[in-house]
């Protein structure tokens, strides 16, 4: 079973800084993806980024980058220069493959980011 | 305008009364799920459906019911055998198959919030 463990419960940041967001998962799967969703108090869920397992390449949107650690199973979220609209839920996901092409989500318990004026 | 809707957005129910939840999409996705949201805890999957006429048991199954009788719409049934069905209910669809790459991610409604009295 996959497992998707997100050990921050809550976060700030001040506004214009860098924060981290952690999340590692656990699976025997070699090719899988991985997403991180922001979840604002709208309670909407809206994808931030997305990672594939096959590539090395950490993704990158805008100011929001990740840190993608196959061996050590860890994908963790950046945000740089925060706004105060970044102040929300985030969830990592873990989405395996399988050959019917159900692709279904496993989330962790999120982290609750406030950017701090 | 393509996009996932539920209705309602709201929703109150007495004990031993069945509800059901709407959810309607028309974004051409093979695939849509059901999650459950509690406090303090990500989304857990309650059915998935990858084609019309067809569905699976997610980790959460019991005390709901679901029937996928056209590719845009995937009702959920909450019934008097679910024990807390008080909760945050999200929608959501995805392009399907393996060879799809990252185009599978999944999108989301805005939800429906449950409150049993």
């Known amino acids: 079973a996959q497992t998707v463990t997100q050990s921050q419960p809550e976060m700030s940041v001040q506004e214009a800084e860098t924060v981290t967001l952690s999340c590692t998962y656990d699976?025997?799967?070699?090719?899988?993806?991985l997403f991180w969703y922001k979840q604002p108090p709208s309670r909407q869920m809206i994808l931030v980024i997305r990672?594939?397992?096959?590539?090395?390449q950490n993704a990158t949107e805008n100011r929001f980058s990740v840190n993608f650690q196959k061996a050590a199973k860890s994908f963790s979220l950046k945000i740089s220069d925060s706004q105060l609209g970044d102040t929300a839920m985030y969830f990592c996901?873990?989405?395996?493959?399988?050959?019917?092409?159900?692709?279904?989500?496993?989330f962790g318990t999120g982290t609750r980011l406030t950017v701090i004026p | 305008d393509g996009g996932i809707t539920q209705s309602p957005k709201y929703l109150f129910r007495k004990e031993g009364q069945n509800v059901t939840l709407s959810c309607e999409q028309n974004l051409n996705h093979d695939a849509m799920y059901w999650y459950r949201q509690d406090p303090g805890q990500g989304l857990r999957l309650i059915y998935y459906s990858q084609i019309v006429n067809d569905f699976q048991k997610g980790d959460i199954a019991e005390g709901y019911s679901v029937s996928r009788e056209k590719k845009e719409s995937f009702p959920l049934t909450v019934t008097s055998a679910q024990k807390n069905p008080t909760a945050f209910y999200l929608c959501a669809s995805s392009l399907n198959g393996y060879d799809r790459g990252f185009h599978n991610e999944q999108f989301f409604g805005p939800g429906t919030r449950l409150t049993v009295l």
């Open positions: 699976t025997s799967e070699n090719n899988y993806y």
């Open positions: 996901a873990f989405m395996k493959l399988t050959q019917t092409g159900a692709n279904n989500l496993f």
């Open positions: 990672q594939e397992a096959y590539k090395q």
